[in-house]
């Protein structure tokens, strides 16, 4: 059993930062491939980024390329995703997961948070 617990959301104005992180209570949290979607109101669950067990490789979706950056501790249990220059489409409920493979499909992933809701204001 994997616990996944985002924070980091909030409001902020287009061309602005955030970083959100995702804390997990996995003692083997360095054996689980680590990601982001995003769901939009009224749309699907969208991949964001995934990152390898060790971090040394993310992957991000090309909506998100050069603005979005995936890292993680793992002596900290933690990943985090830097966001860049956000866009009014970025408004979404961000979510962490967690899973055993390197994939941008939402049903790889076992182990879901709860949710982070960014709204960027144009």
């Known amino acids: 059993q994997v616990l996944l617990v985002e924070s980091g959301g909030g409001l902020v104005q287009a061309g602005g930062s955030l970083r959100l992180s995702c804390a997990a209570s996995a003692r083997t949290f360095s054996q689980y491939i680590m990601a982001w979607f995003r769901q939009a109101p009224g749309k699907e669950r969208e991949f964001v980024a995934y990152?390898?067990?060790?971090?040394?490789?993310?992957h991000t979706a090309n909506s998100v390329k050069g603005r979005f950056t995936m890292s993680r501790d793992n002596a900290r249990n933690t990943v985090f995703l830097d966001m860049n220059n956000l866009q009014s489409e970025d408004t979404a409920v961000y979510y962490c997961?967690?899973?055993?493979?390197?994939?941008?499909?939402?049903?790889?992933?076992?182990?879901w948070g709860q949710g982070t809701q960014v709204t960027v204001s144009s």
């Open positions: 990152i390898t067990y060790n971090g040394g490789a993310a």
């Open positions: 997961a967690a899973g055993r493979f390197m994939s941008d499909s939402i049903s790889n992933y076992a182990y």
